[in-house]
């Protein structure tokens, strides 16, 4: 039992040593991409709505949430959903983030050609910058990983971490771009235990 235990312990280990080179990777490439990012979204007089599908989805609803609490506005939309009325909460004066790994997901496609004829400049975050995604995107950040972390290889592990990395890095730019304070954080935190943190300290 014990040495099952240790096995096991040690796959876990080897997970995360897997998803931090995954990151490290990403890191050495992004910058041009990030750059490119940053340009639509500062152009953009409106939100920047962020979509997907499965574990896509869940990753994109933390962008979103990230981005929001950082200074930028932000939504999440499900790709589903958008095909379904929530649409219309796109306007031309948004920019879309589209995440899908594969960058053929059928529902998150449709939802970027909807976007595309209304004018909405598109961010995609795919591991392929020649799929349909990336291709109705005006700027893809690739999200392509060597391998999943999981023992077999194929349960979103890695590249959904590269993907909230590469999320966390956008909002990072986009603090500093716009000098985001301590102050702006707290007025936008001040529930909670990071709430009577700021707090204490201002």
């Not at 879309?96 to 209304?118: D, K, P």
């Not at 349909?132 to 999200?143: E, G, H, Q, W, Y």
Request: aromatic share 2%.
């Amino acid at each position: 039992m014990g040495d099952k235990i240790d096995a096991a312990v040690d796959a876990g280990v080897g997970a995360m040593r897997i998803e931090a080179n995954a990151i490290a990777v990403a890191a050495d490439r992004i910058a041009p991409q990030l750059a490119a990012a940053v340009r639509l979204i500062r152009q953009a007089r409106g939100r920047v709505l962020v979509s997907g599908i499965g574990k896509s989805g869940h990753v994109g609803a933390k962008i979103a949430a990230t981005l929001a609490s950082t200074g930028t506005p932000a939504q999440f939309v499900h790709s589903s959903e958008a095909l379904h009325g929530d649409s219309g909460m796109a306007t031309p004066n948004d920019v879309a983030i589209l995440i899908s790994n594969s960058g053929e997901t059928a529902e998150v496609n449709q939802f970027a050609a909807m976007l595309r004829r209304w004018g909405v400049p598109i961010i995609a975050m795919t591991r392929d910058p020649d799929c349909t995604l990336s291709r109705l995107a005006n700027v893809n950040l690739d999200i392509a990983v060597d391998r999943e972390a999981d023992p077999l290889g194929l349960a979103p592990t890695s590249s959904t971490t590269v993907t909230i990395a590469i999320g966390d890095a956008l909002a990072a730019v986009l603090m500093t771009m716009s000098g985001f304070t301590p102050e702006q954080f707290h007025e936008r935190h001040p529930g909670g235990s990071l709430g009577a943190q700021l707090g204490a300290g201002s």
